[in-house]
């Protein structure tokens, strides 16, 4: 009886993430995202049943679709996880960026990324990629800023070559912060 209980809170924690797969993509990518969630950030991670393609966002004239459109509509989902991550294949972008690797809602809920702009090179690399992005805009929802540490994965990135700089870790003072955040999440 008591392994029930136990898994039962468990699964109600807080500190606990949906990936939401949002159109075809690829299913591994969204795995290893998922276990760098988990290894990283000690979040538990979910994988949610695949939705379609965010039509509601395409943006005509540029050929991408609002970042800003789809968290939104990520938002109204009241079930499940109280974070969630949308995943996406499609190219993404905000009102004043050309584009952007992910959006996020600095200290809320909801985060999305695209793995648009992260394929060229091995698929090695652009899952390497796919991992430190989702983590990245989860850091976010956790409320962590840009980083000035060069060698921090909350740094920003500009461009693939920065991003395939950075290290799959955060500096000490990002990973004291989210460790800090998820430890206060769980004792809610």
Same mark, same amino acid.
């Given at each position: 009886? +008591?392994?029930? =209980?136990?898994?039962?809170?468990?699964?109600?924690?807080?500190?606990?993430?949906?990936?939401? /797969?949002?159109?075809?993509?690829?299913?591994?990518? =969204?795995?290893?995202? &998922?276990? @760098?969630?988990?290894?990283?950030?000690?979040? +538990?991670?979910?994988?949610? #049943?695949?939705? /379609?393609?965010?039509?509601?966002?395409?943006?005509?004239? %540029?050929?991408?679709?609002?970042?800003? #459109?789809?968290? #939104?509509?990520?938002? %109204?989902?009241?079930?499940?996880?109280?974070?969630?991550?949308?995943? $996406?294949?499609?190219?993404?972008?905000?009102?004043? *960026?050309?584009?952007?690797?992910?959006?996020?809602? !600095?200290?809320?809920?909801?985060?999305?990324?695209?793995? @648009?702009?992260?394929?060229?090179?091995? /698929?090695? !690399? &652009?899952?390497?990629?796919?991992? #430190?992005?989702?983590?990245?805009? =989860?850091?976010?929802?956790?409320? *962590?800023?840009?980083?000035?540490?060069?060698?921090? *994965?909350?740094?920003?990135?500009? @461009?693939?070559?920065?991003?395939?700089?950075?290290?799959?870790?955060?500096?000490? &003072?990002?990973?004291?912060? $989210? $460790? %800090? %955040?998820?430890? &206060?999440?769980?004792?809610?």
């Amino acid at each position: 009886m +008591n392994d029930l =209980v136990s898994d039962q809170s468990k699964s109600k924690a807080k500190a606990h993430i949906d990936l939401i /797969p949002l159109g075809r993509i690829d299913q591994l990518a =969204v795995s290893i995202i &998922a276990a @760098n969630l988990q290894a990283i950030l000690g979040l +538990n991670s979910d994988i949610s #049943k695949p939705r /379609p393609d965010p039509d509601y966002a395409l943006l005509p004239q %540029r050929r991408q679709f609002d970042a800003l #459109k789809i968290i #939104k509509e990520l938002y %109204r989902e009241t079930h499940g996880a109280p974070f969630k991550l949308g995943v $996406t294949a499609l190219d993404i972008c905000t009102p004043i *960026l050309t584009f952007v690797y992910g959006e996020s809602q !600095l200290g809320g809920k909801i985060a999305l990324i695209s793995l @648009n702009r992260l394929q060229e090179g091995s /698929p090695d !690399l &652009a899952y390497e990629r796919a991992a #430190k992005i989702g983590v990245h805009e =989860v850091g976010h929802i956790l409320g *962590l800023e840009h980083c000035w540490e060069v060698r921090c *994965l909350m740094h920003f990135s500009r @461009n693939i070559e920065q991003l395939d700089s950075l290290p799959l870790q955060f500096c000490s &003072a990002c990973e004291f912060e $989210t $460790t %800090r %955040r998820i430890r &206060a999440l769980d004792s809610e």
